[in-house]
């Protein structure tokens, strides 16, 4: 395994392991500076990052080719469809994978619904990239 450097977009350079295990990762948010930030955390990590804007846009890609993501880190609100809902769907579609679910927003109802369809990690945003990692690469 070589060590790698990447910058990133506020100039800091960073040093870095890649993961041993690259995993397909779908991150789903209508925020673009969150999508970009956690495109840098998991690409310097190894992944493969492929990003959905929303809902609609993630069930889209989920339906093109439903074995190709291994782990799907969704935000909580989004327009048109939720977070909530997102998941819902994927799991009546036979989604099996990892839900990690990002948010600012969700209540003590909300997170218990998220539990029950079996999502793998609630962080609170603002998330720290450190603690996203480690859920990732236990995931991987």
Not at 59 to 70: E, G, S, T, V, Y
Request: glycine fraction near 8%; aromatic fraction near 8%; avoid cysteine.
């Amino acid at each position: 395994m070589s060590l790698e450097r990447g910058m990133l977009s506020n100039g800091l350079v960073t040093t870095h392991l890649p993961t041993s295990k690259p995993a397909n990762i779908l991150v789903v948010d209508d925020e673009f500076g969150t999508r970009a930030s956690l495109g840098t955390v998991l690409a310097l990590a190894g992944h493969h990052v492929v990003f959905a804007k929303d809902g609609d846009e993630a069930l889209n890609l989920f339906d093109q080719d439903p074995a190709k993501f291994r782990i799907i880190i969704t935000d909580h609100q989004m327009f048109r469809v939720s977070g909530l809902d997102l998941v819902r769907s994927l799991r009546k579609k036979g989604f099996t994978g990892s839900v990690v679910l990002l948010t600012a927003y969700a209540g003590t109802a909300e997170k218990d619904e998220y539990r029950k369809l079996e999502v793998t990690a609630i962080m609170e945003k603002p998330f720290d990239t450190a603690e996203l990692r480690q859920w990732i690469e236990s995931l991987a």
